[in-house]
Each structure stands twice: as C-alpha cells, then as structure tokens.
C-alpha cells in the first residue's frame, strides 16, 4: 500500500536524525561527489543524500541513476569522472572495474525479483503465484523488462524465466513468453518501465522487490527457487545462463545466475575521496544508510562484505571497521 506524504515525510525525517546523530564527524569534508549509481537505489540514495548533505553542508551529492551496466560503461567507455559507483549486481564492478578502475568492492544488499502490476493491468484481479506464467502468455497481455545489456535487472528477468521453465517443468515456457513481449517493451531504464506500468501503457514488469515496495506496485512474490534472492538456492541459479556485450566492442560474456547482491566501490582516481568517503560511512552503518535500505524492502548484509583481506586492506582505513571477510 502506498503511505500517505505526511508518514514519508516522518519516517525521511527520523532516518535522516539516525544517521546524523550515528555518524561520527571526521572532519569537514566539502565540493561535489559525484555518485553513478542503479536505478533500483533512486529512492533510499536520495534520503542519504539529504542526511549526508545534512551533517555535512559544504558537500554536494550530485546522482546519476541508470542501468549498473550502463553506469560501468560512462566509466570505461565515456571516460566519465565519478567518485563512487553502486550496483544492482556486485559482479558488474568486477568485471568491468576492477582491477583498472577500482581495486575494491563492498557486497552490502540483496534483493529478489517480482513480478509488478497494477490496479489497471490486465487480468489483475486474477494473476496469482500459480497462473502468472498463462497470463504473461495472453495475446492481450502486455509485459516488458530492462535491457540485459545495460541492466542487470533486465538478465535477471530472463534468467528468472529460464529457471521458471524448469522448476514449472514447462518444456520451451521462456520461449513462448519472450514470444509474446513486444520488442518496444524491453527499457533502457527501470525508471522508464516503471513509469509506463503506472500509466497503464504497460500490464506486468520485472523488478526489484525493493522497487515494488518503494512506488506501492502490485506485485507476484516468486518461490526462492527462481526469484534469485535466496543464496541457499545458488546452485540452482547458475542453471541460468544469460550473454551479454563484454568489456570491448563485439566480445560477449555469459552469466551465470546467482541470488542478488549490491556492490559499491570508490573509484582510484575519484576527484572527492574525503566526501566520497563520508557518504560511504554513511551508507554502510547499520544505524545508518542500511537501516534505510531496510525499511525499503531491500535486506541489508550486516556488516557488509569483502571476499579477502587483501580487499579489506585496501578499503579507506574508516570503512574497514564495518566490513567482514565472506568469500
């Protein structure tokens, strides 16, 4: 259910008092970060920014909100200067980052896949767990995801389907429903696809649940077994396997499934190291940014993790304390 303006401004309010009074000042750090970030963090980035931008005035937390892949490319291939970039899947800042552009990377949430509505879609007063998949494949029924290339939610949807096929036992399913998708409903943007789903242009969308939660979207909560927020299932997941472009121009890479999980760096040559790190300190505390996150539908890792105490080694001496090593 969507909360009324008066409730949001409240619960901004206190998160906004928990990370002020949580931080702990560590100098006066000012001039722009510059934050390329997924779209499925728009909402809980925009409330760290007004808490950082609270405690620390001189400071300017300028977003950019896009597909995580994308985000990596404005680096790689635009020659973009950011200070930090997070995204949807932990894996992008690896591939494409590391160890060129960055030499870290904080794990620090997860999230599942839903299958979001509305009160105006088709057949909404019917779609249920069990019959999403005959819905999805009415003639009458528009359903649509991000672009593989550019988001990770958008091969998340298709590895979803794969995986859907199997546990539904359901010979060729992923292939009649990408049948019945029209091309013009594959996004560059969440926030697009979002947008045209709430307008009604648009029956059914994957997304985060996260997101579902965050705009008051309908939403068809999966099995743990395809909705690739349970790392138990993990070796289920990697039955799915998505290509997509890789790091120079013709070259393609293959994804294996695995359950969700949120990465954030700070890049080497980051103009605002100082604020960047402030936002980080933010962001990673419990009482902090991943409270925030929480209360969003998004589960926050406490602590955060790293894969190696090489990693951890490298991490800003202050952000060290709030991470533990976790292959």
Request: some cysteine; charged content about 25%.
């Amino acid at each position: 259910m969507k909360q009324n303006s008066a409730l949001r401004f409240v619960k901004l309010f206190l998160f906004i008092i928990i990370i002020f009074f949580g931080a702990q000042a560590f100098g006066e750090p000012s001039g722009k970060v510059i934050i390329f970030h997924a779209g499925s963090l728009s909402v809980p980035f925009s409330h760290l920014e007004m808490a950082v931008e609270t405690k620390y005035p001189k400071l300017d937390i300028q977003r950019e909100a896009a597909g995580s892949r994308k985000c990596a490319r404005k680096i790689t291939d635009e020659k973009r200067t950011c200070d930090i970039m997070a995204s949807a899947d932990y894996k992008v800042i690896d591939n494409l980052l590391i160890p060129e552009y960055t030499d870290w990377n904080v794990r620090f949430a997860s999230n599942q896949l839903v299958l979001c509505y509305t009160g105006k879609s088709a057949y909404a007063k019917e779609i249920n767990a069990d019959n999403w998949d005959d819905i999805l494949l009415k003639k009458d029924v528009s359903w649509g995801h991000t672009d593989p290339n550019l988001d990770p939610c958008g091969y998340r949807a298709l590895m979803v389907l794969q995986l859907a096929e199997k546990h539904l036992n359901k010979s060729g399913l992923m292939d009649r429903l990408i049948a019945n998708r029209s091309a013009e409903n594959v996004f560059p943007k969440a926030s697009q696809m979002v947008s045209v789903l709430q307008s009604g242009k648009l029956d059914y969308c994957w997304e985060y649940l996260s997101v579902a939660v965050q705009h008051g979207l309908k939403y068809i909560v999966l099995p743990d077994e395809i909705n690739l927020g349970n790392y138990k299932f993990d070796d289920n997941y990697k039955q799915a396997v998505v290509k997509v472009v890789g790091k120079t121009p013709g070259s393609f890479i293959e994804l294996k499934g695995k359950s969700i999980t949120y990465g954030v760096t700070m890049l080497k040559d980051a103009p605002n190291k100082e604020g960047a790190i402030a936002f980080l300190d933010c962001l990673l505390k419990p009482v902090g940014g991943l409270r925030v996150l929480e209360s969003m539908g998004q589960p926050p890792f406490i602590p955060c993790r790293v894969p190696t105490t090489e990693m951890k080694s490298l991490l800003p001496a202050k952000l060290q304390e709030m991470v533990e090593i976790k292959p």
